[in-house]
């Protein structure tokens, strides 16, 4: 369920070097899709929990991949801002 996270490892362990690089662009495409990739996964599963406890605890990881997603984003354009503005 989790595979697609471990091909982002690296640059989300060196986020702040993943941002400054020149293909940053397409490593933040690529952290984006594994977020979206693993989410879709955690959905299904959620739909198909055998106990309120599985499906509950789906919900939330699914959650945390939709956030983590939403702040890689947001200090990409974050990052991109800067960099127009200097």
């Known amino acids: 369920m989790y595979e697609a996270l471990l091909g982002i490892t690296q640059d989300l362990n060196t986020l702040d ?20 990739e693993t989410a879709n996964k955690l959905s299904a599963a959620t739909q198909s929990a055998g ?10 990881l699914y959650r945390g991949m939709i956030a983590a997603r939403r702040i890689v984003l947001s200090l990409h354009e974050r990052h991109a801002q800067r960099q127009s503005a200097g």
């Open 17 to 36: 070097a993943t941002l400054n690089a020149p293909d940053s662009q397409q490593r933040v495409a690529r952290i984006v899709a594994a977020f979206d």
């Open 51 to 60: 106990s309120d406890h599985d499906r509950i605890t789906f919900q939330k």
